[in-house]
T-cell receptor, first 111, second 118 residues
Framework: RKEVEQDPGPFNVPEGATVAFNCTYSNSASQSFFWYRQDCRKEPKLLMSVYSSGNEDGRFTAQLNRASQYISLLIRDSKLSDSATYLCVVPGSSNTGKLIFGQGTTLQVKP | GAVVSQHPSWVICKSGTSVKIECRSLDFQATTMFWYRQFPKQSLMLMATSNEGSKATYEQGVEKDKFLINHASLTLSTLTVTSAHPEDSSFYIC??????????????FGPGTRLLVL
């Protein structure tokens, strides 16, 4: 099993739609999780951190299911500007400060 | 979050030349910086962990003699791609570890350097 696994998509949705991405991870000891957003030819930017069962920030909701070892990201009322690649990120083991990146899920919001 | 800069933002060079990329932490003293590489349509792959005042730690499969890392101060790490070849063409991104600033182990990324080797 890959350390972090995502469906690469692309997800093509109309404006205003609700879309959800899932991510599975292999290290059951992981305590924190992150969703990063990466625009084309740009660096990743932190979108949300998840420590307990979930986190909500405006139209974005992240949920964590430790039993099944997956994290989800829900985007409500999609905007054209939400089009990007969303990276699921999990800290590496051994307290090294390393991050393990998923392949990313590409979202394209269409008018 | 931390502000991280990289220079140059893009570079085109001939095969066989060496290219130096600088990563600066502008508002945060970083004992640890990370260097990543990203090929088209792939995710970020960690190349090495840059440690201030000591040798970098390289990931498996990354040649330390080809990718020279120097972290001489708390605000600057450099990556030198020696004798670059076309297969080294990629997007190189550095990041600063946020431990001590935030409780989580997140990182803040520089804008990246796009390298094209002809």
């Amino acid at each position: 099993r890959k350390e972090v696994e995502q469906d690469p998509g692309p997800f093509n949705v109309p404006e205003g739609a609700t879309v959800a991405f899932n991510c599975t991870y292999s290290n059951s000891a992981s305590q924190s999780f992150f969703w990063y957003r990466q625009d084309c030819r740009k660096e990743p930017k932190l979108l949300m951190s998840v420590y307990s069962s979930g986190n909500e920030d405006g139209r974005f909701t992240a949920q964590l299911n430790r039993a099944s070892q997956y994290i989800s990201l829900l985007i409500r009322d999609s905007k054209l500007s939400d089009s990007a690649t969303y990276l699921c990120v999990v800290p590496g083991s051994s307290n090294t400060g390393k991050l393990i990146f998923g392949q990313g899920t590409t979202l394209q919001v269409k008018p | 979050g931390a502000v991280v800069s990289q220079h140059p933002s893009w570079v085109i060079c001939k095969s066989g030349t060496s290219v130096k990329i600088e990563c600066r932490s502008l508002d945060f003293q970083a004992t640890t910086m990370f260097w990543y590489r990203q090929f088209p349509k792939q995710s970020l792959m960690l190349m090495a962990t840059s440690n201030e005042g000591s040798k970098a730690t390289y990931e498996q499969g990354v040649e330390k003699d080809k990718f020279l890392i120097n972290h001489a101060s708390l605000t600057l790490s450099t990556l030198t791609v020696t004798s670059a070849h076309p297969e080294d063409s990629s997007f190189y991104i550095c990041s600063v570890g946020a431990e001590g600033v935030l409780r989580e182990e997140t990182q803040y990324f520089g804008p990246g350097t796009r390298l094209l080797v002809l």
